[in-house]
């Protein structure tokens, strides 16, 4: 089990020396919790961390957001940044290496496990606590605890994790500066993949019934979007709404910027737009479950985004997050890549 | 932006187009697109006057862009890219709509067929609308050449290409340069000595003030594009000194090593030491290390002992030599086909069975038996010799499927020579074809059916094996209805020819494509049959396909040229329809650096930079890129976009 | 002849320049009648036909949607028609995943010397595209 303590000797120690100028992490949300991810700058505020079950958001968007507003100001980074990051997030981060986002010795990777014991799905608690409001969560080995007003509740954590743990095969952060917790690996109550083996046991017209009624919920909000560290893109390539000028921009392009779809939350308008950001993210999504997560009409979008995984993974031979050095999923081939269904 | 005033121009090729397309009512719908300021039809667009009337129109309504419906454009974007270029307009405004080939001949239905055709113009039209006047770049070129492989083909090459001036490199992988025909006996149809006619060139090979020849070396990587190639050559050490060797052959009476000689195809044996062959270009032995106890006077060092030019030295290493070449020739060559892979006639453990390049040495006056044909067994005179045709080729089930073009020839040559070694002796030859294309090669196969009596049989041998002291042939003769068997002395197959050992690699190496049997392809079965798929590199010889010699020479000489008019001037046109990047969407992921074929990006300052000069304008980088930051000029992403609304009415 | 014309499924083809539209010009060539329901974008290989190329066509109302390149090993620039093998792989699997007709969208690799079976490649499409009724799932709905 991790001590909070060495997260935050960690983070103090670094930001004392000045070794990072920064360091994301999570800290107690405003209303106890859930955890709310944190920016600190001064090695005081170290003792603000925390590390809990709610600890789900992937930080390595605000890796994104810095470099984002140091481009925007027009400022180099000096010294790394660190960032505390579960094994979910570290391939995130890793991907964003792999993309030249950052340079490995940019960032500083204070990698935490989660053991196993995966991250909460706040949806699943409300049926294990009676009504009784929460106000802290924390680990407890194969349980999580929650503080109530009556009294402590313990909750096995296979109940409550989000079901992307419960699948989760890399609980260590493999690639990081410093890792605290065990070293559990490879660690799966459910067999990878298997909501999406499910959904594909449905016939075509049973499939097209369920997606019309997703999508045509879909208020094109972005918050899928706006949420996902691989979405880092200054310009939304199919979103016409997003358009990024820069000095060089010439009143030709910005006159001729191509209308992929169309402005309206439409159904064909929004599977358009998911497909492409599916399609984009293949090979780059590490299946953090912060779009799903953050989606206000519920769109069950890991279950879109798993299967473009699952076919680099089965078919290609491609781990999204697993090596920085590696070529992307789309920029690279092998000889023997499936070419069945070409005539 | 200035409003763009493309002209459209509909052709009715005669009837070819106009008997299915309505080309007035094309031409009408045409005008009526918001860039275009100018439409007509006409009978024959690229004829004389119809080409003028194209002139005319640009310069008369200030047309800034043309589109011609009508053929393919493999037929004449040239042309009437030449014609915008003459009207003072950049050829790159002018775009082709295929409503010929892809819509008039292809449909019947008129109504069809002219919704089609309005379809793909106006995609041209709209395309067209957003192209810009690109010019091409004009590149630099290195006007010195390449040559790879020294057998009769890259000999004739170089020479051609040395006696216009330029200069060449002949690179060698073995220690001499001649090939396969230096192998050879005597040639068809004129049983010429083979080794006479070839010698003068090798010499004068190595005489030539504009010829580097590097034997023993191989080409390991190539970089850069046509005009400008860099490449890494190997040279691997002979430890002999060329320039000291005296020939004198005192070192391989003390070599104690002995090894099959490749030369004479394992007939004879070779000393670790060795010379290739007597008249060997270079004029100097060479050490096999393979071969050798060890390179060291503890090992062994005899040979070093009694070398009294001093010429032999171990300390020699291996050298990486860097050339700059404007063009690079192919003339790889071929291998026979093992006979290990054909079973049925004893996956080359029966002995006596030979293949057509063994028989040679024999017959040869410098081979395996001083020029008498000979059982490699028992040393005798075979008195029954059979020659089988085909073997490995015209075969798709089990091994090549097409036709090594030169066996019937070689084994009537083969069939006279042993007739005239051993008048007494009965040569038969199973065969399925006789392919005698040639001058005099018809002529050839006759006097050895009449002159030198040998026996055609028609019909395949289905299996041989050894019995007593001899190899019982089991064939059939389809013109009298008869199996045959004989009980030969030696057997001669025709083996299929296949690329050379190590093609593969250097296909891979030098980019270039192969067939689907493995040879290296040209870029057009009929028209250009020198030309490789890679800009700035030729093929000639066997390594394109089978052929004989005279076949060879001829494309040899047909690489040159392409060669020499390639070279001819210090600079070259290249495509401007390369990539380019946008800056300010590009987030230097390097995506499209890995996904390029040609290696033509880089990144510098963390943003993707395109090598105009390598970049072929594939578009791999294009459909990579996430993020639209980089595209193919006049095939952007909007062009696409807009040809997509237009083929959909939209 | 009924009022209502009968369904004519519409197909975008984007051929690569240097093989299939090779082949396509040598159906024409060769006067192979095949129907005239495809319409043609050369592009200059399969490797740059982008994702967005596909999903664009289907949401402006294209019925069905043909990739066209040539064979693993021809490639004119090497290596494109691996990378489109990869990302049109994707794509392919992801129409499905979203219960898009499996028939709409197809790939082929026909080479310049193929073009017979270009004309096969479009009468095979455009029989198995009628059944299926105009492509209503990701066309985008105007006003």
């Known amino acids: 089990m991790i001590n909070i303590q060495d997260i935050r000797d960690t983070a103090r120690d670094m930001l004392a020396k000045g070794e990072v100028r920064a360091v994301i992490g999570w800290r107690a949300g405003s209303r106890g919790m859930p955890a709310e991810p944190a920016v600190i700058t001064a090695p005081e505020q170290a003792d603000e961390l925390v590390w809990d079950p709610t600890c789900y958001h992937n930080l390595a968007l605000h890796l994104v957001e810095d470099r984002k507003f140091l481009a925007h100001a027009r400022k180099t980074s000096g010294a790394p940044i660190a960032i505390v990051a579960k094994g979910c997030d570290a391939r995130a981060v890793v991907v964003l290496m792999q993309e030249n986002y950052f340079k490995r010795e940019d960032v500083y990777i204070i990698g935490v496990s989660c053991e196993g014991s995966g991250v909460l799905a706040e949806w699943k608690l409300a049926r294990h606590l009676n009504g009784a409001v929460p106000t802290a969560a924390a680990f407890a080995g194969d349980e999580f605890t929650f503080a109530t007003a009556a009294g402590e509740k313990r909750v096995p954590a296979r109940d409550v994790m989000a079901d992307r743990c419960l699948e989760c095969r890399s609980p260590f952060p493999k690639e990081h500066n410093v890792a605290l917790g065990e070293d559990k690996t490879g660690r799966d109550l459910a067999a990878p993949f298997a909501a999406l083996a499910r959904f594909e046991t449905r016939s075509e017209g049973e499939r097209w019934e369920f997606w019309q009624r997703q999508f045509e919920r879909c208020i094109r909000c972005f918050a899928c979007r706006s949420v996902c560290p691989m979405c880092y893109c200054e310009e939304c390539v199919v979103d016409s709404i997003n358009i990024a000028v820069a000095p060089d921009t010439t009143a030709e392009e910005k006159a001729n910027r191509i209308r992929w779809i169309e402005r309206s939350a439409t159904r064909s308008e929004n599977i358009t737009y998911h497909m492409t950001r599916a399609m984009h993210l293949a090979g780059r999504c590490v299946d953090c479950g912060e779009c799903e997560r953050v989606c206000p009409v519920n769109i069950p979008l890991r279950l879109l985004n798993n299967k473009m995984e699952r076919e680099a993974r089965e078919r290609f031979g491609y781990e999204p997050g697993a090596s920085i050095g590696g070529p992307s999923l789309v920029a690279s081939f092998r000889d023997d890549d499936p070419g069945d269904f070409i005539r | 932006m200035t409003k763009k005033r493309t002209g459209v121009f ?247 090593v002995v090894v099959p000689n490749e030369h004479d195809l394992g007939l004879t044996s070779r000393r670790a030491i060795h010379i290739p062959f007597a008249q060997a270009i270079p004029a100097s032995y060479t050490l096999d290390e393979s071969a050798c106890l060890g390179l060291n006077p503890i090992r062994c060092g005899k040979c070093k002992d009694v070398c009294e030019a001093g010429a032999i030295n171990y300390d020699m290493l291996p050298k990486t030599v860097i050339e700059d070449v404007g063009a690079i020739v192919v003339a790889t060559g071929f291998d026979l086909y093992p006979q290990e892979k054909i079973l049925e006639y004893g996956a080359g453990n029966v002995e006596d069975v030979l293949d057509g390049l063994q028989f040679e040495r024999l017959c040869s006056a410098s081979g395996a038996t001083k020029g008498h044909v000979l059982r490699p067994s028992d040393r005798k005179e075979p008195k029954d010799v059979v020659f089988i045709q085909c073997v490995g080729s015209r075969d798709p089930a089990q091994h090549c499927a097409y036709c090594s073009k030169i066996c019937c020839m070689y084994t009537a040559k083969h069939a006279r020579l042993y007739k005239h070694h051993v008048p007494d002796g009965r040569a038969y030859v199973f065969y399925i074809d006789i392919r005698s294309g040639g001058k005099g090669y018809e002529e050839f196969v006759q006097r050895a059916m009449e002159e030198d009596e040998t026996i055609y049989l028609r019909g395949r041998v289905s299996k041989l094996y050894r019995k007593d002291g001899k190899v019982r042939v089991l064939g059939t003769d389809t013109l009298t209805g008869q199996n045959v068997e004989i009980d030969a002395d030696m057997v001669v197959l025709a083996l299929a020819m296949q690329p050379s050992k190590g093609t593969e690699e250097i296909a891979k190496v030098l980019k270039i494509g192969r067939d689907k049997d493995g040879f290296l392809a040209e870029a057009h079965p009929k028209l250009k049959p020198v030309e490789s798929v890679t800009g700035g590199i030729y093929l000639c010889g066997a390594a394109q396909g089978p052929k004989d010699i005279p076949e060879t020479v001829a494309q040899a000489s047909a690489a040159a040229a392409k060669v020499i008019g390639l070279l001819s001037s210090d600079t070259l046109n290249h495509t401007p329809t390369v990539a380019r990047v946008r800056r300010s969407h590009c987030t230097g992921c390097e995506m499209c650096v890995t996904a390029c074929p040609y290696k033509a990006i880089r990144l510098e300052n963390g943003k993707a930079v395109v090598n105009e000069v390598l970049c072929e304008g594939c578009g791999s980088c294009s459909a990579t890129c996430l993020r639209a930051a980089i595209e193919v000029r006049n095939v952007t992403l909007l062009q696409v976009h807009e040809m997509i609304e237009a083929c959909l009415n939209v | 002849m009924s009022e209502q014309q009968a369904y004519e499924p519409k197909i975008v083809a984007f051929l690569c320049k240097w093989c299939s539209s090779a082949g396509s010009d040598l159906a024409g060539v060769s006067r192979i009648q095949y129907p005239a329901n495809a319409t043609p974008i050369t592009v200059p290989c399969s490797g740059s036909v982008s994702p967005m190329y596909i999903l664009s066509a289907f949401n402006k109302g294209a019925d069905g949607v043909l990739v066209s390149g040539c064979h693993i090993g021809d490639c004119h620039y090497m290596e494109g028609n691996f990378l489109a093998r990869r990302k049109i792989h994707l794509v392919k699997e992801l129409l499905q995943f979203i219960g898009v007709e499996e028939n709409r969208f197809r790939m082929s690799w026909v080479s310049a010397a193929e073009g017979a079976k270009y004309a096969e490649v479009v009468k095979e499409f455009v029989e198995d595209l009628r059944p299926l009724g105009p492509q209503e799932k990701l066309k985008a709905q105007r006003t």
């Open chain 2, 10 to 256: 509909v052709c009715h090729c005669g009837t070819n187009i106009a008997a299915t397309v309505d080309v007035s009512r094309l031409a009408k719908e045409m005008a009526n697109e918001e860039t275009v300021a100018f439409s007509k039809d006409y009978v024959y667009m690229c004829s004389d006057p119809g080409q003028n009337s194209v002139i005319e129109a640009i310069k008369e309504n200030n047309l800034d862009s043309v589109v011609v419906t009508c053929c393919s454009p493999n037929l004449h974007e040239k042309t009437f890219r030449d014609n915008a270029t003459r009207a003072g307009i950049s050829g790159f405004t002018c775009e082709i709509a295929n409503i010929r080939e892809q819509c008039a001949w292809v449909h019947k239905d008129r109504g069809e067929a002219t919704a089609k055709a309005i379809k793909i113009s106006r995609s041209a039209v709209r395309r067209v609308a957003r192209n810009k006047s690109l010019e091409p770049i004009a590149v630099p070129v290195t006007r010195r050449v390449m040559v790879i492989g020294g057998g009769i083909a890259g000999i004739q090459s170089a020479l051609d290409i040395a006696n216009a001036g330029l200069e060449v490199i002949l690179v060698e992988k073995l220690a001499t340069i001649g090939g396969h025909m230096l192998q050879l006996s005597e040639t068809f149809p004129t049983l010429d000595c083979s080794q006479c006619i070839l010698s003068p060139k090798m010499v004068e090979v190595s005489r030539h003030p504009k010829i580097k020849l590097m034997t023993y070396s191989e080409v390991q990587e190539v970089t850069g594009a046509v005009g400008n190639f860099r490449v890494k050559v190997l040279q691997k050490p002979t430890y002999v000194d060329p320039e000291a060797c005296k020939l004198c052959d005192e070192c391989t009476v003390v070599c104690p």
